[in-house]
Every structure is written in C-alpha cells, then in structure tokens.
Nanobody, 126 residues
Framework: QVQLVESGGGLVQAGGSLRLSCAAS????????MGWFRQAPGKEREFVAV????????YYVDSVKGRFTISRDNPKNTVYLQMNSLKPEDTAVYYC???????????????????WGQGTQVTVSS
C-alpha cells in the first residue's frame, strides 16, 4: 500500500501564494507517477498537475499553467505544488494521488489513480 499526507493549505488573498506538500510512504513510492487534484463544493474532482517521479515530465490543466508548479524530492518521498497568483476560483480541497502502476505515463484522470491523501483546504479570498 501507499500512504499519502497533504499539508500546506490555508487562507490566502487573491494574488498570493501557497506551497502544498504531499508526504508519501510505502513500497517503491519513489518510482510512481504522482498527481494533484482539487474539488470545489458541488463540482467534480478536477485534475491539476502530474509529475513523472523518475522522468521529471510534468503536465498541468490549462487553468493553472504559468501559475502552479509541481515538483518532487525523491529522497524525502515528497511531492510539492507551488501555487502563485492565486485566484478565488482556485478555492478547493486539494488532494495528492499516486498510481498503483509503476508506468511513467502522465495520467490526468482521477480513475487512473489508486491512492489518495485526505486533502487540504485552500481558500482564496477576493
């Protein structure tokens, strides 16, 4: 199994920044593709960003391109999401996710992920 714990959420004004962290543990976690998703009240869970753990490939949803950056620290088994120029529409619970498969394709659909953290709330005020 893989265990994921997110942290770093909070309340921030529009235009501000936050950095989310996802601490992972479990067998061969450092070899897995990792993603960030978010879910606002009444909406479907939305893909945000993904990173290939070993290859360094990344991909982002259009709405966050140029503002968010996903990164990793393999020795610490940790994935980060740096969020800059935050907007009120970024308000959501943010989830870290990992794939069961060791394939390095950058998956963008929630159903492609098998392990999830508990989520961390990000609230952006106007």
């Amino acid at each position: 199994q893989v265990q994921l714990v997110e942290s770093g959420g909070g309340l921030v004004q529009a235009g501000g920044s936050l950095r989310l962290s996802c601490a992972a543990s479990g067998r061969t976690i450092s070899s897995r593709v990792m993603g960030w998703f978010r879910q606002a009240p009444g909406k479907e869970r939305e893909f945000v960003a993904v990173i290939s753990w070993t290859g360094g490939n990344t991909y982002y949803v259009d709405s966050v391109k140029g503002r968010f950056t996903i990164s990793r620290d393999n020795p610490k088994n940790t994935v980060y999401l740096q969020m800059n120029s935050l907007k009120p529409e970024d308000t959501a619970v943010y989830y870290c996710a990992a794939r069961r498969s060791l394939a390095q394709r950058v998956a963008t659909e929630a159903h492609e992920y098998d392990y999830w953290g508990q989520g961390t709330q990000v609230t952006v005020s106007s």
